[in-house]
């Protein structure tokens, strides 16, 4: 926490404005989050569980504190861009590719938590029977097969391990993250790997896509995250049309799929705009 003061101080100095001048501070959390009482009950890639956040940030800063999870932080930030039309799309359901696969849902403007402030956590379905380890606990979870992690192990198994990759190096360090621009360079380099990786990303995201759309059938669906960025636009072109192909209303499910608007800077906006 207190190097997030001191990162907040140095952005304060930077933009020439004082502390004074601020009215609230919003976090977005890899977790579980109750947004009233400020409580992160469980934050499976930090190791946290009942952790009281904002009773700790209080400590630190002088200003009012929000805390949400970061998906629905996203979600949130999105909702305000000026392309979004609440009238036409009262469900929205925003999914986050990165190092988690994230879900967050709205209904008519707010943001659904459930009554345990785990709606919409679509990385955790089960796809796989008896699949890897989540960071959950469980096992074969959506996340496990395209999240950070599953990314790693399956280039790894996919000629990852061969000094010819565009990857060996990065694969060799434990814990590393693939960039969405290695990815894409990869990918434009025709990398059989990348290649192959990309068929797996579109068949697994478009299993939990089409569960999401038989149990919701939300208006609208926004993708952003890491894995987005790696892929070129023919990547949800083709996502659409299995999604078409293989939901059993076909095109009469009506669900539009779109590109997060804010990007990587959804979270931020989210967080700025917590209520
Ligand atoms: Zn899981």
Redesign the pocket.
């Known amino acids: 926490m207190q190097q997030i003061r001191s990162v907040a101080d140095e952005l304060l100095r930077e933009i020439h404005i004082p502390e004074q001048k601020i009215q609230k501070m919003g976090f977005a959390i890899p977790g579980t989050v109750n947004p009233e009482k400020g409580v992160i009950g469980v934050a499976?890639n930090l190791g946290w569980r009942e952790v009281p956040f904002a009773s700790i940030a209080r400590d630190i800063f002088p200003w009012q504190i929000r805390i949400g999870n970061d998906v629905n932080m996203a979600l949130w930030g999105e909702l305000h861009h000026p392309a979004m039309d609440m009238d036409a799309h009262p469900m929205v359901y925003g999914i986050f590719c990165g190092t988690g696969i994230g879900g967050a849902l709205a209904i008519n403007g707010h943001i659904w938590n459930g009554p345990g402030f785990g709606a919409g956590?679509i990385?955790?379905i089960?796809v796989v029977e008896n699949g890897e380890k989540?960071?959950?606990?469980?096992?074969?979870?959506?996340?496990?097969m395209i999240g950070k992690e599953g990314v790693r192990r399956f280039l790894l198994a996919n000629g990852g391990e061969s000094r010819k990759s565009p990857f060996y190096e990065i694969l060799r360090e434990k814990d590393s993250r693939i960039k969405a621009s290695a990815i894409k360079k990869a990918l434009a380099g025709k990398d059989p790997s990348a290649v192959k990786l990309r068929k797996h990303c579109l068949k697994y995201l478009s299993t939990g896509i089409i569960s999401l759309i038989h149990i919701m059938n939300p208006n609208l669906i926004l993708l952003g995250g890491g894995m987005m960025d790696a892929f070129d636009e023919t990547f949800l072109d083709h996502l659409r049309e299995i999604v078409k192909r293989d939901n059993i209303m076909g095109e009469n499910a009506r669900t539009e799929l779109v590109l997060s608007r804010y990007g990587d800077h959804a979270g931020v906006m989210g967080a700025a705009l917590a209520e």
Request: hydrophobic share 5%; net charge neutral; with cysteine.
């Open positions: 499976p956590e990385g955790h089960r989540c960071g959950c606990g469980n096992r074969g979870c959506l996340e496990t």
